[in-house]
């Protein structure tokens, strides 16, 4: 298979960490959550002073260990930079745009694609959003069980968890974003269909 070209993966960087930062914005403003590391800094931020985008670069950091020794250091650096610009996007996005009146079942939805579109560049473009992405892509490459199946599991575990914070409303169409997400991933990132080499 052809590689990408230095200048592609940069355009896909950019293109896929901004089409993560507006669809975690959408479900920011709606008050929902999502899964994975993005999931668990937007429940912190329910009681933590920290923005998003700084408590979600923290709390990446330990997965980068596992992703330099599993996936090496090309993939690594690339999260690294992945998150690094979903952290600054997501946090100054309210800079370019507002929403008012924002409809929770449309922030669901779209804000779910937009996160499955821009992971699945990531992914084929030799990066993701560390955390959660890292693990699923370890399982993927060592059991053949695809991304999506087992993101949905971390997911939902995480809007369990969300419960005790958000509204059952809230929760339900965060389920519905999550399910977008993974849909998106389940439909187009299959080992058998699309080989990356992290490495």
């Given amino acids: 298979m052809e590689k990408h070209t230095f200048m592609e993966d940069c355009a896909a960087m950019l293109t896929g960490t901004l089409l993560v930062a507006q669809g975690i914005f959408f479900l920011k ?6 899964g994975g590391t993005a999931g668990l800094a937007l429940l912190f931020n329910q009681f933590a002073p920290l923005s998003f985008g700084t408590t979600y670069f923290l709390i990446n950091i330990p997965f980068y260990f596992l992703a330099w020794s599993r996936l090496g250091p090309r993939f690594t650096v690339n999260s ?3 998150v690094t610009l979903v952290s600054i996007f997501t946090d100054n996005l309210h800079h370019f ?3 008012e009146g924002l409809n929770i079942a449309y922030s669901a939805i779209i804000g779910g694609l937009l996160i499955g579109l821009g992971l699945l560049i990531l992914f084929r473009h030799r990066a993701s959003l560390g955390g959660s992405n890292v693990l699923c892509l370890v399982i993927q490459d ?5 991304v999506g199946k087992t993101q949905l599991v971390i997911d939902a575990s995480i809007l369990v968890a969300s419960l005790y914070f958000i509204s059952p409303v809230q929760i339900a169409w965060s389920i519905g974003a999550a399910i977008a997400i993974n849909i998106i991933l389940w439909m187009n990132h299959k080992p058998t269909r699309y080989a990356v080499n992290y490495k």
Avoid: E, R
């Fill in 29 to 34: 403003t709606s008050s929902m959550v999502v």
């Fill in 80 to 82: 690294l930079i992945a």
């Fill in 97 to 99: 745009v507002q929403f």
């Fill in 142 to 146: 060592k059991t053949g069980i695809s």
